[in-house]
């Protein structure tokens, strides 16, 4: 065998066995579809995991590493040392959208509402179907007072995540102030 017919063979077993280029994004946009019509909770909540999981992603190992030392601070409720190594991810990947909803989580654990809503504004605009993120403005328009908007940004979470226990409860809760009484 030749050199020519070596590396062709090599180059067509390279191909054979790489995978289809599918972007994490478009994992992503897949899993959110099933999500939208999970049977039920338990479906959905499998979906969900896989989803962060896609967009935990940074392509960076070094911004992973940052992602998972602020939240293994959260889990320990250390909130400035999350908030440090959140900064430090914002500050590094800005365009990394789980590293400004990690941010928003130690902002809004801390009771920092302001800075956890530009955190999650930022979310949002890197990444509209954030769910958790959309449920973090609920929650903090629902903690500031200003139930109507929490009721609303609720209802648009469920439209992504119709199984989310929380969320229906929340809505529940809000329905007689936002509402009023049905005569």
């Known amino acids: 065998m030749d050199f020519k017919s070596t590396l062709a063979a090599f180059a067509a077993l390279v191909m054979i066995s790489l995978p289809v280029g599918v972007s994490a994004e478009s994992r992503a946009e897949d899993l959110l579809q099933r999500l939208q019509q999970a049977e039920d909770a338990t479906a959905a909540a499998r979906l969900e995991r896989q989803i962060i999981d896609e967009w935990s992603k940074s392509g960076s190992p070094a911004m992973d590493l940052l992602l998972k030392r602020g939240n293994d601070a959260l889990e320990v409720e250390k909130i400035d040392e999350a908030i440090e190594h959140f900064r430090a991810l914002t500050d590094h990947a800005p365009d990394f959208a789980e590293g400004w909803h990690g941010l928003a989580l130690a902002y809004y654990q801390d009771n920092a509402f302001g800075p956890a809503m530009d955190a999650l504004e930022r979310v949002l605009a890197l990444n509209p179907h954030h769910f958790a993120a959309l ?14 908007l929490a009721y609303e940004v609720y209802e648009r979470v469920l439209e992504i995540r119709p199984h989310d226990e929380d969320v229906l409860e929340a809505l529940k809760r809000l329905e007689r102030e936002v509402r009023g009484v049905t005569l």
Do not use: D, I, P
């Open 135 to 148: 449920r973090g403005v609920g929650a903090v328009h629902e903690q500031t007072g200003h139930a109507a």
